[in-house]
C-alpha cells in the first residue's frame, strides 16, 4: 500500500513538472564551434531524457558482455550444485530406508559433483556404514575430524567406529578430544564422565560434571552429582572416614530418597550420635521407596540395643509406608530376632496366600526358630522355589546384590533401580556378586523348571541359603547392528538418543552447495 502511494505521489510531481514546462514556452539557443542549434524547452528536455536511456542500454550491455563468462559459470554451478542436492538428498533417504546401493551410488555422484562438501562426507560416511565397509567409514571420519567445520562430527563417527571394533581405549580418546574441544557436546561429556566411573575415578567425574553444570537441567545434575558423591563415599569408607561422612551427607540433601545415601548417611550420623537427624534422613528416603537396607539402618541407630527395642522402632517405621511388603518384612525379621514368633507371623500373614521368594524363605525361618519344625521348613523351601521374585538392584538386565552407580552392562551413570527383575524363559539374569564368598538368595523364577525329584525330603538342602544360585559372571552377548538413525548422524549404538548435531549444522548448509 505504501509503494502505492509512493508510485502515484511521483507520477504526479512528474505531470506537474510537465504542465509546467508546457504552460511556459520558450526558445533554447546553442552555439559551439560554428553551429547554432535553436529548439524549444520541451524539445531539450526529450531529447535529453532519450539520451541517457540510450545511455543506460548500452552500459547495461556493455557490463553483460563482460559479466558474460563469470555468469555462465555461475549458472553451471548453480546447475551442478542442484545435481549435488539432489544427490545429497536421494542419498539419505537411501541411507535412512536401508538401500546400501543406492547410497553408495549417490554418494559417489556427491564427491564428483561437490567434493569435500560436509554433507558429502557425511553420506559417504553413513553409506559406508550400511555397507558394513568400516575402513571407508572410518576413512570418511577422519577426513572430517580434520578440518574444523566437521571435527565435532567427525569425532563422534570414530568414536562410534571405535565402539564397534572393541576399542574402549580409542573411543575414550575421541571422547575425551571431544569434550575439550567442544565443551557443549552431550556424548561426549557422557562417554568421558562414564569412562571415569568405571575406572573408579569419583574426583574426576565430579570435576567434569562441575564444569558441564550449565548445560544439565538443575534436577538432573543434583541427581548425578549425589550418584558421584555416594560412590566417592562408598570406595572411601575404609580409607577417608570423614571425607566419606560429608559426601554422604551432601548426597542426602541433593538426592534425598537416593536409598544408598540415604542409608550410608544414616550410619555415620547414628555412630556421631545424631540419632534425630539419622533417622528424618532414613523416614524421608523410607516413604518414598521403601528398601531392607533403610530398615535394617534404622533398626540399628541405637548401638547395643535390645531385640525388642529395635523391633519397637522398626515397627514405628513400617507405619510410615503402611501396607508395604518390605515394611512386613522388616517387621518380621525384627520380630524374628526378637523371639516375638506371633507377631513375625502375622506381619506377613497377609503376603502368605501368593508369598514371594523372601517372604517364603523367612516363613521357613519362623518354623525353625519357633517350633524347630523342619519338616514345615522345608515346605516352605519348596515353595520359595515357585514363588514370584523379589525386588533387587537391577541395571540394563543385570541384578546386583548391591546398588553400584553405573551400570555393568553399558557403563550408564545412575543406571540401578530397586525393581523386580524381569527374567527370560530360557535363564535367569546374572547376578553380579560384590563378594565372590557372600552367595545372594536370590531364586529366579526359571529355576523351578527342578526335576521332581528335587522336592521330594531327602534330597531337599538343609538350610535355604543352599537354594540361591551361585553368582553367575559372563560377558555380555553382543549386541545387533543398530538401525541408522535419521535425525542425527553418525549412527549411534547406545540405548538413547543423545541429540547429536543435525546433517544440516555445519557452517554454510545446502546454500554453500550453489554459491
Not at 31 to 54: C, D, K
Not at 339 to 352: D, M, N, P
Not at 467 to 482: D, G, I, N, Q
Request: charged share 25%; aromatic share 4%; hydrophobic share 45%.
Amino acid at each position: 500500500m505504501i509503494r502505492v502511494a509512493v508510485f502515484l505521489v511521483v507520477v504526479g510531481v512528474l505531470s506537474l513538472g510537465a504542465i509546467w514546462l508546457a504552460d511556459r514556452p520558450g526558445e533554447v539557443v546553442i552555439t559551439w564551434q560554428g553551429l547554432r542549434i535553436e529548439t524549444s524547452v520541451m524539445v531539450l528536455v526529450a531529447a535529453i531524457v532519450a539520451a541517457m536511456a540510450v545511455l543506460a542500454l548500452a552500459s547495461t550491455l556493455l557490463i553483460a558482455l563482460f559479466r558474460s563468462p563469470w555468469m555462465l559459470a555461475r549458472l553451471r554451478r548453480h546447475r551442478r550444485g542442484m545435481r549435488a542436492y539432489a544427490a545429497l538428498s536421494n542419498g539419505l533417504v537411501a541411507v535412512g530406508s536401508g538401500d546400501a546401493a543406492a547410497a553408495q551410488k549417490h554418494s559417489a555422484t556427491v564427491n564428483r559433483l561437490a567434493p569435500g562438501e560436509p554433507l558429502a562426507l557425511l553420506l559417504t560416511a553413513q553409506s559406508a556404514q550400511l555397507a558394513g565397509d568400516r575402513d571407508a567409514a572410518d576413512r570418511a571420519f577422519r577426513t572430517m575430524a580434520s578440518r574444523p567445520d566437521t571435527k565435532p562430527l567427525g569425532l563422534h563417527g570414530l568414536f562410534v567406529e571405535a565402539h564397534r571394533r572393541g576399542d574402549p581405549t580409542s573411543a575414550r580418546a575421541y571422547a575425551e578430544e571431544a569434550a575439550r574441544t567442544t565443551p557443549s557436546l552431550g556424548w561426549a561429556n557422557r562417554a568421558v564422565l562414564e569412562a571415569r566411573c568405571k575406572d573408579g575415578d569419583w574426583a574426576g567425574a565430579l570435576a567434569l560434571l562441575e564444569a558441564n553444570a550449565a548445560a544439565l537441567a538443575k534436577d538432573i545434575y543434583r541427581r548425578q552429582r549425589a550418584v558421584l558423591l555416594t560412590a566417592r563415599a562408598l570406595a572411601t569408607q575404609d580409607t577417608d572416614r570423614e571425607g566419606a561422612k560429608s559426601a554422604a551427607l551432601e548426597a542426602v540433601k541433593l538426592a534425598p530418597t537416593l536409598v544408598p545415601a540415604a542409608a550410608l548417611a544414616g550410619r555415620y550420623l547414628a555412630e556421631a550420635g545424631q540419632l534425630r537427624k539419622a533417622a528424618r534422613i532414613l523416614e524421608t528416603a523410607w516413604r518414598a521407596l521403601p528398601h531392607p537396607d533403610l530398615a535394617q539402618t534404622y533398626a540399628e541407630l541405637r548401638f547395643g540395643d535390645a531385640a525388642r527395642d529395635r523391633l519397637k522402632r522398626v515397627e514405628a517405621l513400617a507405619k510410615k509406608a503402611g501396607g508395604h511388603i518390605e515394611g512386613a518384612l522388616a517387621v518380621a525379621r525384627a520380630a524374628l530376632d526378637a523371639r516375638e514368633f506371633v507377631k513375625a507371623r502375622a506381619a506377613v500373614a497377609s503376603y502368605l496366600s501368593v508369598p514371594t521368594k523372601r517372604v517364603a524363605l523367612l516363613m521357613a525361618e519362623i518354623e525353625r526358630a519357633e517350633h524347630n519344625d523342619e519338616g514345615r521348613a522345608r515346605e516352605w523351601i519348596a515353595r520359595a522355589l515357585h514363588a514370584a521374585p523379589d525386588p533387587a538392584w537391577t541395571a540394563d538386565g543385570h541384578v546386583s546384590e548391591s546398588w553400584q552407580p553405573v551400570s555393568p552392562v553399558t557403563g550408564r551413570l545412575d543406571a540401578f533401580e530397586w525393581r523386580v527383575p524381569l527374567t527370560g524363559s530360557a535363564s535367569t539374569a546374572p547376578i553380579i556378586a560384590s563378594e565372590p564368598a557372600a552367595a545372594p538368595v536370590q531364586i529366579e523364577n526359571s529355576t523351578a523348571k527342578l526335576d521332581d525329584s528335587a522336592a521330594k525330603p531327602q534330597e531337599e538342602p538343609e538350610d535355604p541359603e543352599e537354594l540361591a544360585p551361585s553368582p553367575v559372571r559372563h560377558s555380555p552377548s553382543p549386541k545387533a547392528e543398530p538401525v541408522i538413525p535419521l535425525v542425527h548422524a553418525p549412527d549411534d549404538p547406545g540405548p538413547e538418543s543423545d541429540g547429536a548435531t543435525a546433517p544440516g549444522g555445519h557452517s554454510g548448509g545446502w546454500r554453500k552447495l550453489f554459491e
